[in-house]
């Protein structure tokens, strides 16, 4: 079952609940029972969704970006 998150309007509380996606966009309860909080886009299907996206051009694109670590020397990458 997908995760969602979700912020409190009331206590400002981030969480996060297990419900079927088709419940996704309905209101939860917060921990400290305000019935306040709505969806948030979730950071981690964000990023994930990110880095999917960005994962394949990465290594010839940011070469310059990501080198300055492990890739300062010899690497093959430049
Ligand atoms: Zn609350």
């Given at each position: 079952?997908?995760?969602?998150?979700?912020?409190?309007?009331?206590?400002?509380?981030?969480?996060?609940?297990q419900?079927?996606?088709?419940?996704?966009?309905?209101?939860?309860?917060?921990?400290?029972?305000?019935?306040?909080?709505?969806?948030?886009?979730?950071?981690?299907?964000?990023?994930?969704?990110?880095?999917?996206?960005?994962?394949?051009?990465?290594?010839?694109?940011?070469?310059?970006?990501?080198?300055g670590?492990?890739?300062?020397?010899?690497?093959?990458?430049?």
């Amino acid at each position: 079952m997908p995760r969602y998150e979700y912020r409190c309007h009331t206590c400002d509380t981030v969480f996060t609940e297990q419900r079927p996606m088709s419940r996704s966009s309905e209101s939860a309860t917060c921990p400290d029972g305000h019935e306040e909080a709505r969806r948030v886009l979730s950071v981690f299907a964000t990023a994930g969704r990110a880095t999917a996206s960005a994962g394949n051009p990465a290594p010839a694109a940011g070469g310059g970006g990501w080198g300055g670590g492990g890739c300062g020397g010899g690497c093959a990458c430049h």
